[in-house]
């Protein structure tokens, strides 16, 4: 099974590579969303008092009231940018891995999967190795996302050392196995390629929006934190947040992580029972 999934693994990834339009998107995606939508909905510019001659202590009272009562308390920090930047990151790993199904519906279509399915090789081989290349390109891009958010003023917390990275890439392959091995698994029964784009453009929004990527969850209505706490977008801002940031509660770490686990390996899981039903 192990060399029938290196070499199923190989081959997604020589795909992808060959597809250079698909690398350029990994730092155009990036830079709208962060470049354009993060710089503009900076809260901590958009609620900065500008100079007023002659006022410039009340000025600076109230700038810091602001600051600390109404950014730092919704926000746990004074930096909204850095805030939503590593949000973004499990944000941009779900774009990522939504489209992982897409290559067995392609295979299907060309008649590739065939010649798979009468191989002597497992057929969950054929699956992980779907999973395995989204993970790894999700890796490959959450590696650019830091180093052009660092360049546009991300802000680490003072003392970011190599475990709190260490950290960030392995809640990083959890989310990206989480959400490969359902879409991979829901493509398995698919054969249009149409209703794969459609289910991907179905969930996307509703999980970014129903998670901390971008707001807190404290600030949402009631039903919609139920739902917050329930996405493992949330779990893994909550971790990531916290190493790379400072922001956030150290004991919401351990259930975060266990959320965490138990979805990769209930989804892993999922992708493998489906395996056995391809046709």
Partial sequence: MMGALYTLYEREMRKWFRQKVQLVFIVVMPLMWMGLFGKSLNFSALLRIPDIPGAEPLRNQIQLLIEEYVIKRYFGGYDYFSFFVIGMLSV????????????????????????????????????????????????????????IALALGLSLKPGVGVIDIAILYGVITLLALSFSSIFTAIAVRIT????????????????????????????????????????????????????????????????????????ATTSIAIAIIASRRIE
């Fill in 92 to 147: 941009f790993i779900l774009f990522t891995t939504m489209w992982s199904g897409m290559s067995l519906v392609f295979d299907r279509r060309l008649g590739y999967l065939n010649r798979f399915l009468v191989a002597p090789i497992p057929r969950s081989s054929i699956v992980m190795s779907k999973i395995l290349s989204s993970v790894t390109r999700s890796l490959i891009q959450v590696t650019a996302l830091l180093i």
């Fill in 192 to 263: 249009s390629h149409d209703l794969v784009i459609s289910i991907a453009n179905l969930v996307n929004l509703p999980l970014m929006f129903t998670s901390n990527a971008i707001f807190p969850v404290e600030q949402m209505p009631q039903y919609l934190q139920i739902i917050a706490r329930a996405n493992p977008i949330t779990h893994a801002n909550v971790i990531t947040r916290y190493h790379l940031l400072g922001v956030g509660d150290p004991g919401s770490m351990v259930t975060s992580t266990i959320y965490m686990a138990l979805f």
